[in-house]
Nanobody, 123 residues
């Protein structure tokens, strides 16, 4: 069992930056690939970024490439999402997830989810 807790969300102006963190409980964190998803009001939860267990592989959705960076620190049981050049369309609740798959971009492949953290980007 893995429990995930996100933090770091908030209100920021367009062009600003935020760093989200996802802290995981349990001793098996390093065996899971991790991902970030986001859900805007009235929309489905959508893939943002994913990272494999070692951090050697990462995937991003096209709209965030060059602006967001996913990373992880297995010693701290934490995965991060560094977001720069934020846009109003990045506004959503951001969720981190854990998967036993080597790496995954589909929400259906994720086994564990955090409660989410709100990111609001004002224009």
């Amino acid at each position: 069992q893995v429990q995930l807790v996100e933090s770091g969300g908030g209100l920021v102006q367009a062009g600003g930056s935020l760093r989200l963190s996802c802290a995981a409980s349990g001793r098996t964190f390093s065996s899971y690939a991790m991902g970030w998803f986001r859900q805007a009001p009235g929309k489905e939860r959508r893939f943002v970024a994913a990272i494999n267990w070692s951090g050697s592989r990462t995937y991003y959705t096209d709209s965030v490439k060059g602006r967001f960076t996913i990373s992880r620190d297995n010693a701290k049981n934490t995965v991060y999402l560094q977001m720069v050049s934020l846009k109003p369309e990045d506004t959503a609740v951001y969720y981190c997830g854990g998967t036993r798959s080597p790496i995954a971009t589909s929400k259906y492949d994720y086994d564990y989810w955090g409660q989410g953290t709100q990111v609001t980007v004002s224009s």
